[in-house]
């Protein structure tokens, strides 16, 4: 007499206890295992694509090629097996099965079938044939995906204007990417939805934000030719950046017509939010992935540092033609000296040889390390694009730690993360980067220490009106630090000219490559920027 039973498959390897079969003295003394716990265990294997796993559950040995067939053909991701209630009698039984397979940039089909299953040698096994992988499978027969994509979403900028056409100028098809015919690779990658030939997004947003972009396609699921199934598409979401035409705009005319390589980025200290990046020169892309030195526009970051430990703008320092610090000399730009005079005048004319040994006495490695991973350093940043992360090894000696307080040594930072710190300390606080406003972060915002904000805008505004940027032409209201950086080996080293700010909710940061004196060169480039913003 048959009974029926029901076996559930969770999390794809749970083993459940079930009942011996009720078919006689026979089957309990003579039949090793029930045809409950064979199935369960073909399911299990199933759902975990192990086709050498479901091979032993058979009854004729055979090669199951069909599972990694209908796994290839339909790029499925994980599958589910739910097992119903067993039907058994006269050797033989049956289970019926739910298979629910997600397949990537698909999703999830569902299907009916049933596992036969029959005794050979006392043991309980699968009596497999086609019709177990699905009902309407025959011997041969593939699966395969048919697809109908939707149009490709849009690429804007911050006012709703594309900026995917391949009409926006240089700079902004740098971060945009560009759509190409994806290789075999990409659909290995990707998906089988997709096919070789199909247009991809490759480089900047187009790659990052493929999936978004492309949505998802209307998707017929065919078994040797014939439709099994249409899964329905979805539209592909349009991506809003945070780009600002008109600072996008200011900041090309500030470049254009730089002679040396020149870059800039500018952000929202409110928000973190990147308005415009700009390279005047093709190719890499500096202004998101360069590694500079920062040079004195890192002198910003180490007066965070001194004033949280307790230093006023108002101190009395002195800035000597000399200094060492643990056996390094330290000079001033131009060999300049100024005697004794506040740190607020110290800052503005930048001087080395204040900045360092007050930063042996003040601060030491610790504290320094700390003041540069407030504003981004040694953050990783998750802007929708490639950027890289702004380095600041802890310092390892004396004369070490002296040559970090004005940005040299081992320090590296790109336009885009001298202007995040430009922008923490316009607003206090240090907020991630972003191109794209609706990714949400993985890196946490950090306030500045109290009172370090106001001691600081006194600072660089000093620079502005009477320190190293003072002849810039800069407009009345804007903040600053300059920076010469100097690179390579030898007597007489090269430098890049910097320079970091804000005026209002606009901050900034320029380096022109090889440029020479921050103050001379890349600060006329950040007054033109300003000017015609």
Known sequence: MARGRTIAIVSGV?????????GGAYYVL???????????????????GDSGAMTKELAKPQQLTAYDQQRTALAVESATIELGKVTEGDGRAQVPYTATLTMKNVGKWSYQGQIDLMVADRTWKVDWKPATLHPSMTQGATFALKTRWPD???????????????????????????????????VTRLGASYKVGQAVG??????????????????????GGKKLQTIEGTDGEALQTSLDPRAQAAA????????????????????????????NVGGFNRALDGRYPPGSTFKAVTA???????MSPKDMVTCPKYATVGGLKIRNSDKAEYGSLSLRDS??????????????????????????????????????VPAAKASFPKATSDAELAAESFGQARITASPLSMASVAAAIADGTWRPPTLVPSVK???ADRELPEGVKSGLHDMMSAVVTKGTAKAAGLPSGTYGKTGTAEYGTGEKLESHAWFMGWKGDVAFAVVVEGGGGGGKVAAPVAATFLKSY
């Open 304 to 310: 965070i540092g001194l004033l949280a430990a307790g």
């Open 252 to 279: 090309v005319t500030a470049v254009k017509n730089m002679k040396k390589p020149t870059s800039l980025v500018a952000i929202k200290p409110s928000t973190g939010e990147i308005l415009a990046v700009v390279n």
């Open 441 to 443: 972060q993985k890196t």
């Open 152 to 186: 490709r979403a849009e690429i804007t900028d911050a006012e709703g204007d594309r900026i995917d056409t391949g009409t926006v100028g240089g700079s902004v098809q740098q971060l945009v990417g560009y759509l190409s015919k994806a290789t075999k690779k990409d």
């Open 202 to 223: 490759y480089a900047g947003l187009q790659a990052t934000f493929q999936k978004r972009l492309a949505g998802t396609p209307a998707t017929e699921i065919q078994l």
């Open 14 to 22: 749970t083993v459940l206890a079930v009942g011996a079969a009720a």
């Open 347 to 384: 800052f503005a004319h930048s001087c080395n040889t204040t900045i360092a040994p007050l930063t042996k006495e003040h601060l030491g490695a610790d504290k320094l390390l700390d003041a540069a991973e407030d504003v981004g350093f040694n953050q990783q940043l998750t802007i929708g």
């Open 30 to 48: 003579h039949t090793r295992g029930t045809p409950a716990e064979t199935a369960q265990r073909f399911a299990v294997a199933w759902q975990a």
